[in-house]
T-cell receptor, first 115, second 114 residues
Framework: AQKITQTQPGMFVQEKEAVTLDCTYD???????LFWYKQPSSGEMIFLIY??????QNATEGRYSLNFQKARKSANLVISASQLGDSAMYFC????????????FGKGTRLSVIA | DADVTQTPRNRITKTGKRIMLECSQT?????MYWYRQDPGLGLRLIYY???????NKGEISDGYSVSRQAQAKFSLSLESAIPNQTALYFC?????????????FGPGTRLTVL
């Protein structure tokens, strides 16, 4: 079974609008961390935001926020005020346990921002 | 200078050839990883190493081998390349002391096997 599921292969959003990229995860470990990365067309992997399973508040980093719903095992990325430069692939990833495991990635969502 | 470097950045090779992809890091991290990325499949783990004497297989290790020559160097080898190993390969590092820390990725190596 997939540990990270991203159900939206592609998304479109109008410039300046907000967009939500979905991510659900599967783990029985009470300790885990969730990460989002951006991959622009140039190919590099850019870390965006992190959410720990015990964090009481949803993570935020500038225009990025994480809608963390633990009971539903979802960790959706919200990008506010989309910009043309936000067009990229976005990957959700999870690390389980005490950190002695590598990240496991979802298949990604391609976001296109339209002027 | 980049903290995680990969060489070569691009490589075209022929079926059956042996090829090595190299990764070096200046972050002082003890953990290093190799992933491959294929369109529509995300990043999949090939091998990882938690220190110089530790090597672990990932999800898709068949057809690959690795060498951890030093804390800062982690190489990936394809002993006999085949076309379905055409992919974008990423090296990454992370720090033991902070499991909340992200993995830091190199720029990637685009490998084409003809």
């Amino acid at each position: 079974a997939q540990k990270i599921t991203q159900t939206q292969p592609g998304m479109f959003v109008q410039e300046k609008e907000a967009v939500t990229l979905d991510c659900t995860y599967d783990t029985s470990d009470p300790s885990y961390g969730l990460f989002w990365y951006k991959q622009p067309s140039s190919g590099e992997m850019i870390f965006l935001i992190y959410q720990g399973s015990y964090d009481q508040q949803n993570a935020t980093e500038g225009r990025y926020s994480l809608n963390f719903q633990k009971a539903r095992k979802s960790a959706n990325l919200v990008i506010s005020a989309s910009q043309l430069g936000d067009s990229a692939m976005y990957f959700c990833a999870m690390r389980e346990g005490d950190g002695n495991t590598p990240l496991v990635f979802g298949k990604g969502t391609r976001l296109s921002v339209i002027a | 200078d980049a903290d995680v470097t990969q060489t070569p950045r691009n490589r075209i090779t022929k079926t059956g050839k042996r090829i090595m992809l190299e990764c070096s890091q200046t972050k002082g991290h003890d953990r290093m990883y190799w992933y491959r990325q294929d369109p529509g499949l995300g990043l999949r783990l090939i091998y990882y190493s938690f220190d110089v004497k530790d090597i672990n297989k990932g999800e898709i290790s068949d057809g690959y081998s690795v060498s951890r020559q030093a804390q800062a160097k982690f190489s990936l080898s394809l002993e006999s390349a085949i076309p379905n190993q055409t992919a974008l390969y990423f090296c990454a590092t992370s720090d033991t002391s902070n499991w909340r820390d992200t993995q830091y990725f190199g720029p990637g190596t685009r490998l084409t096997v003809l």
